[in-house]
T-cell receptor, first 114, second 110 residues
Framework: DAGVIQSPRHEVTEMGQEVTLRCKPI?????LFWYRQTMMRGLELLIY????????DSGMPEDRFSAKMPNASFSTLKIQPSEPRDSAVYFC????????????FGPGTRLTVL | QQPVQSPQAVILREGEDAVINCSSS?????VHWYRQKHGEAPVFLMI?????EQKGHEKISASFNEKKQQSSLYLTASQLSYSGTYFC???????????FGQGTRLTINP
């Protein structure tokens, strides 16, 4: 079975540009999570969806960040405009909601904003 | 509220044992343990549920003390492949999201 798929794996962009990160969850999973990881702040939850509906976006840093899940097999995280402090590794994870809710992580997208 | 992990880092020789702790100030429903190697994604190790028993995975096991709201991860006779950063993720009853600790970096030397 394919795991969580993320693209691109690496993104280098200049400040002010729009960045779109993509995620395909594990087939059959109904929850999807976006995380950001930095040395300073560790692994932070940005937003999560349940059955394609955003449930908790309290971790989204500011209005420059937005996330969508148009269907069960695809989600995007967009940053517009990007800033150097957005540089981080962004992970997508998915789970089958239930008593255990084990989350499986994708390989991540390493974003560098110059 | 972020759980607190201790120690922050530990260095062992191959074959030695280690214990990593994860404490929360909130009542927990479950604790999830992950290992992340440098440049890779976190990989799920095991989950401990409220009221559940100690779990094991090869020579890695864990326990969950509900009274103390603390979980401990035990690595026995460590192998070089155990090196990495270990994270605990905690979930409150009724909540779906995990809150991760800051991680414990484990280095195993030959």
């Amino acid at each position: 079975d394919a795991g969580v798929i993320q693209s691109p794996r690496h993104e280098v962009t200049e400040m002010g540009q729009e960045v779109t990160l993509r995620c395909k969850p594990i087939s059959g999973h109904n929850s999807l999570f976006w995380y950001r990881q930095t040395m300073m702040r560790g692994l932070e939850l940005l937003i999560y969806f349940n059955n394609n509906v955003p449930i908790d976006d309290s971790g989204m840093p500011e209005d420059r960040f937005s996330a969508k899940m148009p269907n069960a097999s695809f989600s995007t995280l967009k940053i517009q405009p990007s800033e150097p402090r957005d540089s981080a590794v962004y992970f997508c994870a998915s789970s089958l909601s239930g008593s255990t809710d084990t989350q499986y992580f994708g390989p991540g997208t390493r974003l560098t904003v110059l | 509220q972020q759980p607190v992990q201790s120690p922050q880092a530990v260095i062992l020789r191959e074959g030695e044992d280690a214990v990593i702790n994860c404490s929360s100030s909130k009542a927990l429903y479950s604790v999830h343990w992950y290992r992340q190697k440098h440049g890779e994604a976190p990989v799920f190790l095991m989950i401990l549920l409220k009221g559940g028993e100690q779990k094991g995975h090869e020579k890695i096991s864990a326990s969950f003390n509900e009274k103390k709201q603390q979980s401990s991860l035990y690595l026995t006779a460590s192998q070089l492949s155990y090196s990495g950063t270990y994270f605990c993720g905690t979930r409150k009853e009724g909540a779906q999201k995990l809150v991760f600790g800051q991680g414990t970096r484990l280095t195993i030397n030959p």
